[in-house]
């Protein structure tokens, strides 16, 4: 029902009640749309990580790649990261050139906030600069598989894989035997 709407005497409205809402809306279930929000996507709560910081073992090739060459592994990250405004030789080498002087971790770190921020991750176990002085290649695996997950083929670049999304090409699902939590 809509609110009562006084009639002057010509007929013209008047005053209408309080609120000028009809005294009844009937309420229908909230139900977030993916598309339009940040906050789920895949499927996922925002906030969390994929995996954890200590699951290498759930990608054992580039586990070793990162353990003997980070740069490898933090160039292709900052390529996707960035967009593909720094590719991933140049951010590979400028890792390179930063490792042998002890700072790689303060470069690295800054793409591990950014990547929280483009996908509203929380900042766990511990603040990112902590993360990647005290555990680099844990972190950068992680990123890695972060990026893996949310469908991107590490391998091949920011401009192939913009290119495949625009063409509605899929990476398949990984799908792994067992039970898991």
């Known amino acids: 029902m809509y609110p009562t709407i006084h009639h002057h005497a010509d007929g013209h409205p008047g005053s209408i009640a309080t609120t000028g809402l009809p005294e009844h809306i009937p309420k229908q279930p909230y139900v977030p749309n993916p598309l339009l929000s940040p906050h789920v996507v895949a499927g996922r709560v925002s906030g969390r990580w994929s995996t954890g910081l200590c699951h290498c073992c759930d990608d054992p090739a580039n586990c070793f790649i990162t353990w003997f060459c980070p740069c490898i592994t933090f ?5 996707i990261v960035s967009k593909g405004s720094s590719p991933c030789a140049e951010s590979g080498t400028k890792y390179a050139l930063l490792l042998v002087t002890g700072f790689a971790c303060l470069y690295s770190c800054f793409y591990r906030s950014k990547l929280r921020s483009q ?57 792994t035997s067992g039970m898991r939590r």
């Not at 991750?121 to 990026?147: G, I």
């Open 75 to 79: 160039g292709q990250i900052a390529e």
């Open 119 to 175: 996908y509203d991750l929380e900042e766990s176990p511990c603040v990112d600069c902590l993360v990647h002085f005290c555990c680099e290649t844990c972190a950068l695996c992680q990123e890695y598989r972060e990026l893996h997950s949310r469908g991107f083929d590490m391998g091949i670049g920011w401009e192939a894989n913009l290119d495949r999304q625009q063409r509605g090409v899929t990476v398949a699902p990984i799908i």
